[in-house]
């Protein structure tokens, strides 16, 4: 019955979004959320204050997601009200007309490099619009970008995911470099196949047929320096690799390599590279601004986590509250309670750098205060359903995780191990997809689901740091059916109650990648 009662909220939240005429997200979860808060009251016997702190600290951290989002509609409106938008289009229509290598050059070579460099759901926020600017349907370019973005996401933000994920295992180096070598070889093969499956929601396969050449020469452009850079780094491969990817795919698309001739006359106008430049500023500078940001080494990074303490203070019953020197809000002790939550402020992309690059883009295109006030009243009213949903979703998330071994998602966790046995290894990336459907990052899966995923290699006799890559792997392909992801693209693209028609979507193309991940365990294992 525990598990019943553990998987029921879930079932019952797909079903909402994904009937016909499916309930919106931001009802969806919300209710979900309720339910969930009443099976943990009345079936899983939950501490009464636990329960409301975890709400409490669900309504701090869902700051995190809707400040991107904001951010990213911010520069979205930016870019489409001061005219670089159109600048941009121009542009890429001059390296290719072909949509296939404009898809590939921004859904998957640019959005493989701002995955390495920042995580947080950024490629689709800033790669999304740019496709939607050159013309593709908004509904099906989510669709291409949340799945687009998944190869690289094991070794997102500099490799959070990896060296951060793993962190509470207490592995060796030498462990996490073998974990990282083999989460890297099983993207590599499955990024044979996912950009394909992706492509089709927008072109046909007639289009992709013909244009294959170039499809894989994008996708091997990208990997291979990924594949290779990982037998060195866990930290690297996805920034470097999308970095080469994205030079490499904009050379073969003006070559006109791998791709058909289109004889349709181009209406685009040659722009001049002045322009061009002036148009993408405020893109270079967010990239520039994420990367040194995001690379330790630099030394931003620490000091944008600094949790040096700046003012500590009581608000009585609710809990303790401190502000460090890099400005970390952290709400501990809630209602009495372990529970606890922080908002980084100088290091969630959201101040720094979308709301500093749009700040510095005004003067630089000469907006006037109408126009600001436009850019600025839209982006205020896109955010308040997302809003809600995010809050919907953590609620629920948060709920879901209390008990400790007995956490409805430790009970589904171990239920999934036994009723595979031996065979756990065709599987464990599952569970690592299962992690990102709850919580919206491969990291965090990576921190729930990894010490179940060990305790079951130990006790199979599998190999561990094979089970752990298939655990990343699994968290990375789990992006697909992420409701954080979804919610965001579809409120960065406009897009309304199409939340439930993107899950069954994505949803194949996710079993997909599992089925090459249980190939190459197969393969891997012996």
Known sequence: MSLFFSIAPIILLIWMMTKHQGVPAYIALPLTALVVYALQLLWFNGDLLLLHANVITALVAVFTPI??????????????????????????????????????????????????????????????PILVGLGFNPLRVAMLALVMNSVPVSFGAVGTPTWFGFANLGLSDVDLLEIGRQTALIHTVAGLIIPILALRFIVSWQQIRQNLPFILLSVLSCTLPYLLLAQVNYEFPALLGGAIGLTLSVLLARANIGLTRDRTPSNAQPVPFGQVLKAMTPTLLLIVILIVTRIHQLGLKSLLNSTALLWQGSLGWLGELSISKALIIELQQVLGTSAQAAYKTLYVPALIPFLLVV????????????????????????????????????????????????????????????????????????????GSFFSG??????????????????????????????????????????????????SILGITQAEGKIIRKTVLPMLAYGAIAAGMALILAF
């Open 67 to 128: 400040t991107i989002i904001a951010g990213a509609i911010l520069l979205n409106k930016l870019m489409q009200i001061s005219g670089a938008e159109n600048v941009v289009r121009n542009w890429l229509e001059n390296i290719s007309p072909n949509p296939v290598a404009q898809l590939m050059i921004i859904g998957w070579a640019f959005a493989f490099m701002i995955e390495g460099a920042s995580g947080f759901g950024t490629p689709a926020a800033i790669a999304a």
């Open 359 to 434: 700040l510095l883009a005004i003067p630089l295109f000469r907006l006037n205060r109408r126009q600001v006030g436009q850019i600025f009243g839209a982006t205020t009213r896109s955010i308040g359903k997302p809003f809600i949903a995010l809050l919907g979703a953590l609620i629920m998330v948060n709920l879901l995780m209390l008990g400790g071994d007995n956490a409805p998602v430790m009970i589904i966790g171990r239920a999934l191990a036994d009723a595979t046995g031996a065979s756990w290894l065709l599987f464990s990336a599952f569970l690592g997809a299962l």
């Open 441 to 490: 990052s491969n990291t965090v899966s990576n921190l729930t689901f990894g010490g179940i995923q060990h305790s079951i290699a130990v006790s199979s006799g599998l190999n561990v740091n094979l089970t752990l890559a298939l655990q990343s792997v699994g968290g990375a392909m789990g992006n697909m059916i992420c409701l954080n992801n979804i919610i965001a693209v579809c």
